[in-house]
């Protein structure tokens, strides 16, 4: 247990996706300006890359490695047409505002890579674990980005309001520059703090 509670913590800081690997940032800062986008994308991500490690790791040893990497996009695709349906079908007014980035889940870095360089080489089991843990290192660090940016945004969090009407909005913080800004912060904090446990071992 302790070997898949290591391949989950990896995916959460020591090789979180969006903050160590830097890979797939686009659809990061385009859908971190409301909480509610964030958590429908960590759900379209998640169940995309967790299926996805599964069915190439069942296939593994029967993919030609030549054409592995369109073997790959076709397996994503399948996964991310399915999360696609879900999300129209159950979150409608969400995957409205935020469906172009969800279309372009079938390539994003982060799915592609972690086909290529764990679950085309690992287990069904560790593969899931790896889906699992790089999930939640994804979402975490999208729901935390959304959080502040809809707080001092729009002073609400959710879509329920935190401030009072009387707030005044600092509409920056909606704004690209504003998901760089606060991405930026997390990395620094969470270099700093993976140095200082280095440090301390």
Do not use: H
Not at 118 to 125: G, K, P
């Amino acid at each position: 247990m302790k070997k898949y509670w290591k391949i989950v913590w990896n995916g959460i800081t020591p090789a979180n996706p969006i903050l160590i690997l830097a890979i797939g940032l686009c659809s990061v800062v385009a859908v971190t300006n409301s909480v509610q986008n964030a958590l429908l994308m960590t759900f379209v991500f998640s169940f995309v890359l967790i299926f996805s490690e599964i069915i190439i790791s069942l296939l593994r040893k029967v993919i030609p490695g030549d054409i592995r990497v369109p073997i790959f996009v076709v397996v994503i695709a399948t996964f991310t047409t399915i999360a696609t349906l879900l999300s129209r079908a159950y979150f409608n007014s969400i995957y409205e505002a935020i469906k172009l980035y969800i279309f372009l889940v079938v390539v994003n870095c982060i799915i592609i890579g972690r086909a290529e360089a764990f679950s085309y080489q690992n287990s069904v089991v560790d593969s899931i674990f790896d889906g699992i843990g790089m999930s939640i290192g994804y979402g975490w660090v999208i729901i935390v980005m959304a959080a502040v940016r809809e707080v001092f945004g729009n002073g609400t969090i959710a879509g329920f309001r935190v401030f009072p009407t009387s707030y005044s909005p600092a509409l920056v913080m909606i704004l690209p520059p504003a998901g760089f800004l606060i991405l930026g912060v997390l990395v620094g904090w969470l270099e700093f703090t993976l140095k200082k446990r280095k440090v301390k071992k």
